[in-house]
């Protein structure tokens, strides 16, 4: 079953300061289902970014904010129903599709799939890095800007504070808000595309929703996480779920209660940590 722990180990292989702890989005990206159910949200463009927003319940709004980082399938109906349940806890969402309507599923539905055979992955991943490294910064500023004395009506006299939540590619972006004063806290599942310094970086308090099975972010790589994390006295939170693979908090089989159980607790671990450091 699902485990939270900390742990001081090291690890076992050495990992150089330059090399990838959370490797970059590979074959593991591209498995998974898709869920039922319909969005609610709507569309604006911010910061020249489409960008998806979706608000809570009025009797649930916290006055607060959620920036969502997506992972390699972009604004894919999972992605939007997982924003969508962020709102239900009381988050005003935002997400921007930095993919810009080009997400890696219209390429490839799976790790075997090779029907558009001209498909170049590695230069897919370099394009979209290089435009979500510019964007991401610009799109968080004008986000802030925008919702920074309160968002709406109801919470003019609030102060509005911010948190982000990235999956897969999206966990770099994440860390980089935690190293800054923008958000009060952060939290990532399956993490790609992280390096040491993302970890030594954060100043913020940071959640790690990860699998057991995982060759993006394996074992050493976790631990040499940790014990950066541990050796910097970072504010962190480590959560490990036994018997599922990389991408378990957007793509799991929800036909399989068990990975349904496994991403509705990944979900509320990530909002019950927000909320805990909001109401700091």
């Given at each position: 079953m699902g485990q939270i722990f900390s742990t001081g180990s090291k690890s076992q292989k050495t990992i150089k300061s330059d090399d990838f702890l959370a490797k970059p989005s590979g074959a593991c990206?591209?498995?998974g289902t898709i869920h039922k159910g319909e969005s609610r949200g709507t569309w604006d463009t911010i910061?020249?970014?489409?960008?998806?927003i979706t608000t809570p319940p009025p009797r649930k709004a916290n006055g607060h904010v959620l920036l969502y980082f997506p992972d390699v399938w972009g604004m894919f109906p999972n992605g939007l129903l997982v924003m969508d349940a962020f709102a239900d806890a009381g988050f005003h969402v935002l997400g921007l599709d930095y993919f810009r309507g080009d997400p890696v599923w219209k390429h490839r539905k799976t790790r075997h799939d090779n029907s558009d055979p001209n498909f170049d992955y590695e230069a897919w991943k370099r394009k979209h890095t290089a435009f979500a490294d510019e964007a991401v910064p610009l799109w968080v500023d004008a986000v802030i800007k925008r919702f920074k004395n309160g968002g709406a009506e109801r919470f003019k006299d609030t102060e509005t504070k911010f948190v982000c939540v990235g999956y897969c590619f999206g966990a770099p972006y994440v860390c980089?808000?935690?190293a800054k004063d923008t958000v009060v806290a952060g939290a990532f599942a399956h993490p790609a595309f992280l390096k040491e310094h993302h970890?030594?970086?954060?100043?913020?308090p940071l959640f790690l929703s990860c699998s057991e099975i995982d060759h993006t972010?394996?074992?050493?790589?976790r631990r040499r996480a940790l014990d950066i994390l541990q050796a910097g006295k970072k504010r962190y939170h480590y959560q490990l779920f036994s018997g599922v693979e990389h991408g378990f908090?957007?793509?799991?089989n929800q036909d399989d209660p068990y990975e349904r159980w496994v991403k509705e607790q990944s979900l509320a671990g990530i909002v019950n940590w927000f909320q805990y450091w909001l109401s700091r």
């Amino acid at each position: 079953m699902g485990q939270i722990f900390s742990t001081g180990s090291k690890s076992q292989k050495t990992i150089k300061s330059d090399d990838f702890l959370a490797k970059p989005s590979g074959a593991c990206c591209l498995k998974g289902t898709i869920h039922k159910g319909e969005s609610r949200g709507t569309w604006d463009t911010i910061a020249g970014v489409e960008t998806y927003i979706t608000t809570p319940p009025p009797r649930k709004a916290n006055g607060h904010v959620l920036l969502y980082f997506p992972d390699v399938w972009g604004m894919f109906p999972n992605g939007l129903l997982v924003m969508d349940a962020f709102a239900d806890a009381g988050f005003h969402v935002l997400g921007l599709d930095y993919f810009r309507g080009d997400p890696v599923w219209k390429h490839r539905k799976t790790r075997h799939d090779n029907s558009d055979p001209n498909f170049d992955y590695e230069a897919w991943k370099r394009k979209h890095t290089a435009f979500a490294d510019e964007a991401v910064p610009l799109w968080v500023d004008a986000v802030i800007k925008r919702f920074k004395n309160g968002g709406a009506e109801r919470f003019k006299d609030t102060e509005t504070k911010f948190v982000c939540v990235g999956y897969c590619f999206g966990a770099p972006y994440v860390c980089n808000e935690l190293a800054k004063d923008t958000v009060v806290a952060g939290a990532f599942a399956h993490p790609a595309f992280l390096k040491e310094h993302h970890f030594e970086n954060i100043k913020k308090p940071l959640f790690l929703s990860c699998s057991e099975i995982d060759h993006t972010f394996d074992v050493e790589s976790r631990r040499r996480a940790l014990d950066i994390l541990q050796a910097g006295k970072k504010r962190y939170h480590y959560q490990l779920f036994s018997g599922v693979e990389h991408g378990f908090a957007l793509r799991g089989n929800q036909d399989d209660p068990y990975e349904r159980w496994v991403k509705e607790q990944s979900l509320a671990g990530i909002v019950n940590w927000f909320q805990y450091w909001l109401s700091r």
